[in-house]
């Protein structure tokens, strides 16, 4: 079964499911099963909780812990079978019986000699091990006051390992420069670009840290709305400033504009001491078996009387159901996809009237009733926010929905828990979200929408806020890696504000890197080569490779002096190897051997700002903003698009191209355009084809996918809820052939920041930190 097989049942499963949600530190039912397996405990039912959940998507982590020791299980075993690299071993020469300065230099000067052959034998089959030579050579040149030729060596380090790189002894060999060193420095191209990062780093501002030892301690005064959040964070219940503010709103009233320390502490204590009785939960065998192995009892009622019978009401993250007495059993009540309406009822008994929750599903005809006494109005909201949640998680293909509505239901109980119950249904409602996008908002995603959405994923999942999607790359599996037989699933990576960046399995759409940092810049370019690297642009000039199998950044290219703005590669000769294109704002254009990571050619393009680059059938095209240029074999400009008349009159400039040489057609998009321009290579004077974009206020992005042109657009404003805010965008498809827009995609309330593709078969779009999720789509 191929990788996108396995994507395909997988994501189908999951949303069939939608999906049964893995909460940490709350124990499920395998786990009810394994411990009573382990410790023979009875039958006895209990009425402590599952664990309330710390963190918004903390669940991932634990995936990723199975996964890895999942995957040291797998090398483990096959390290067994696999024999390991042969050990190289570099002779140092003898040395001098009777110590002199000049016997000292002789023995430097042949240790160089022999590091020198040692690299030139190596070359670029190990780089790992011409790393260490290098900087062991570095290092003898640094004894022998050789600065130059010791810079060179470590700046060498760049391309071989950064891990080993040191930092300090190269800013000292910088400031030891004679001015001559440095005159000869500045014709030497790699020490030139050294110095320039050692500059750069000088210049930084220093980063302030806080050495204390963070220790959580109950607050002595009433709480500001920053430190709450502060608060709320340390102690570890959320980590969502959306939600911790909704809390704030909560736990605060008209009278009060900050959180009092004492409704501080006995909320803080009624969500503490839910956590402590979590692992007591001991349900029936017979309940354990009727619940899918993944679900967690989240509440249970007090002993209540239902129109089912007398018992308890239990909520998993998938449905509810009633826990009879007398004869102890299971009776499901409604799965949360399930329930059509559900409303408070009162009825008179002698001289009050007595509330009561009554809930309708699609399945059966009659009413579940339960009189639930003082907690109704809080099982009303509980239930309505737990059916919102799986609703827009099934119209939105978000398993977070039901993540993030959990987190608000369990929120809700503990501030209903420890407020005064003249005000804690009020305080309670506060932190309903998706109940009240479902009533403020039209939230009816169009069919077409809905048949091509398959899935989406949060990259932000454990961050304080959403993050924008800046860039994304699909990088195809490998049935084998080269020196095990363990088989290596597509990857997504998913590049976000500050060097951060996340890697999904393309199979599962599973975390498996939470971050990778490339810096302290945004990442504004990514590239696959092969199997085995991955380039990214940074706006700090320097372009991080990262290895697919360590994932981890150890090789630098520093060669560009502004922001790196576009990567690109040629695939159409194969006799040396991949060759590589990089390019930087201020129009400066590499050519990459892809094995030496050396520099083959260097070109100069005069723009006022170079955006990004495009290789097709070996043939250069960039983005210019103000143009799009073809360039020569030698560099040189060949062919010319401008932008049109009516377009340079206003502050716009293309955003984005894409060149289609079968056809002889080059299309371009602008930022503040709502029209598509498809202009004809063999003549590209004469004014273009303009298809009009339904619906938007600008391109951002293009990408083409078969007999398709995918185009990410702008937000464009519409009315809408507080919940939901007035911004949406569409993901736009137009058909080659007839030149028309197929079908447009309702995929995110803020901008489309990033699209690509994933081997045809599938389309991800990537938003703006409003949003700043990952929509997955099917390709026709």
């Known amino acids: ?62 995936s990723i812990e199975k996964n890895l020791l999942l995957t040291r299980a797998v090398m483990s075993d096959s390290a067994l079978k696999t024999p390991p690299d042969p050990v190289k071993v570099f002779k140092l020469p003898e040395f001098p019986v009777f110590l002199s300065f000049h016997t000292v230099q002789a023995y430097y000067s042949e240790l160089i000699q022999l590091l020198g052959n040692a690299i030139f034998s190596v070359q ?67 020490l030139k670009s050294l110095l320039f990062k050692i500059k750069m780093d000088n210049e930084k501002p220093a980063v302030r840290t806080d050495n204390r030892i963070k220790k959580f301690k109950l607050p002595q005064n009433p709480l500001g709305q920053d430190e709450f959040v502060r608060c709320i964070q340390e102690c570890g219940i959320v980590k969502d400033v959306a939600t911790i503010s909704r809390l704030f709103d909560a736990l605060t009233d008209e009278q009060h504009t900050k959180v009092d320390p004492n409704v501080f502490r006995m909320f803080y204590t ?101 009189n639930l006494k003082t907690e109704t109005g809080l099982w009303n909201l509980i239930i309505k926010e737990m059916w919102a949640g799986r609703k827009m998680g099934d119209q939105d293909k978000d398993p977070q929905c039901m993540t993030q509505a959990l987190t608000n239901v369990l929120l809700m109980d503990a501030v209903f828990g420890c407020l005064n119950p003249h005000r804690s249904i009020s305080a309670a409602s506060k932190l309903v979200y998706f109940d009240k996008v479902l009533h403020e908002v039209d939230m009816m995603v169009p069919n077409t929408t809905s048949e091509t959405l398959k899935h989406k994923i949060n990259p932000s999942l454990d961050l304080a806020e959403p993050q924008t999607v800046c860039v994304l790359l699909y990088t195809p599996g490998q049935l084998r890696d080269k020196k095990s037989p363990i088989v290596m699933n597509p990857k997504l990576w998913v590049a976000l504000s500050g060097g951060r960046v996340v ?44 290895d697919t199998h ?7 290219l520093t060669e560009h002096r502004h922001e790196v703005t576009g990567l690109s590669v040629d695939t159409t000769d194969h006799s040396n190897g991949q060759l590589a294109y990089s390019c930087s704002c201020d129009g400066t254009i590499l050519q990459w051997d892809s094995a030496t990571l050396k520099v083959k050619r260097q070109f100069h393009l005069s723009c006022d700002r170079l955006c990004s680059i495009r290789s097709y059938d070996g043939i250069l095209w960039c983005c210019c903003g103000d143009s799009i240029v073809e360039l020569k074999k030698c560099g040189a400009p060949q062919r010319r698009i401008v932008l049109p008349d009516d377009l340079r009159s206003m502050p716009s400039c293309f955003s984005c191209f894409i060149v289609v ?64 805010g007035q911004l949406k965008s569409l993901v736009l498809v137009l058909d080659l052939d007839s030149l028309t827009v197929t079908k447009e995609l309702l995929a995110h309330s803020d901008s489309i920041q990033t699209l690509c593709s994933a081997e045809d078969r599938y389309v991800l779009s990537g938003s703006a930190r409003r949003d700043g999720k990952i929509a997955i789509w099917q390709v026709a």
């Not at 360590?550 to 630098?556: L, R």
């Open 1 to 62: 079964m191929d990788h996108f097989a396995r994507m395909e049942l997988s994501t189908r499963a999951e949303m069939q499911k939608m999906p049964v949600v893995e909460v940490p530190r709350r124990p499920t039912m395998q786990e009810i099963l394994t411990r009573r397996k382990s410790s023979g405990f009875g039958n006895k039912l209990s009425k402590r909780l599952g664990m309330s959940l710390p963190n918004l998507g903390g669940y991932q982590v634990l």
């Open 124 to 190: 670029t089959e190990n780089s790992s091990l011409l790393a260490r030579f290098y900087y062991l050579r570095g290092f003898i040149n640094t004894l022998c006051s050789r600065r130059l030729d010791a810079l060179s060596d470590f700046q060498s380090l760049n391309k071989t390992d950064m891990a080993i790189f040191p930092t300090h002894l190269v800013a000292w060999l910088v400031d030891s420069l004679q001015q001559e060193e440095l005159q000869q420095a500045q014709t030497r191209p790699e």
């Open 270 to 370: 009624f969500w503490k001491e839910t956590e402590a009785e979590a692992q007591d939960v001991n349900l029936l065998s017979e309940v354990v078996s009727r619940l899918d192995d993944g679900e967690c009892v989240s509440k249970l009622s007090s002993r209540v009387k239902t129109s089912y019978g007398v018992g308890k009401i239990a909520m998993t993250q998938k449905r509810l159901f009633l826990l009879t007495e007398g004869q102890p059993g299971f009776l499901e009540i409604a799965k949360f996809r399930d329930i059509q309406e559900v409303k408070m009822a009162s009825a008179p008994f002698l001289l009050v009237r007595i509330l009561s929750l009554r809930i309708k599903t699609f399945s059966r005809p009659e009413l579940f009733e339960a």
């Open 550 to 556: 360590s994932m981890s950044c150890n090789k630098q």
């Open 661 to 724: 040489p079968e056809r002889g057609q080059v299309w371009t998009g602008c930022s503040d355009s709502v029209e598509l321009c498809l202009w004809q290579t063999d003549n590209l004077n004469q004014s273009p084809k303009r298809i009009s974009l339904p619906g938007t206020s600008g391109v951002t992005c293009m990408i083409r996918v078969k007999n398709q042109i995918w185009v990410g657009c702008r937000g464009w404003s519409r009315i809408g809820g507080l919940c939901d």
């Open 503 to 546: 890697v999904f399995d393309a199979a599962s759409w599973s975390m498996l890197q939470d971050c990778i940092q490339t810096g302290e810049l945004q990442v504004t370019c990514m590239m696959g080569l092969v199997h085995d690297q991955v380039w990214m642009g940074s706006q700090d000039s320097v372009i991080y490779i990262i």
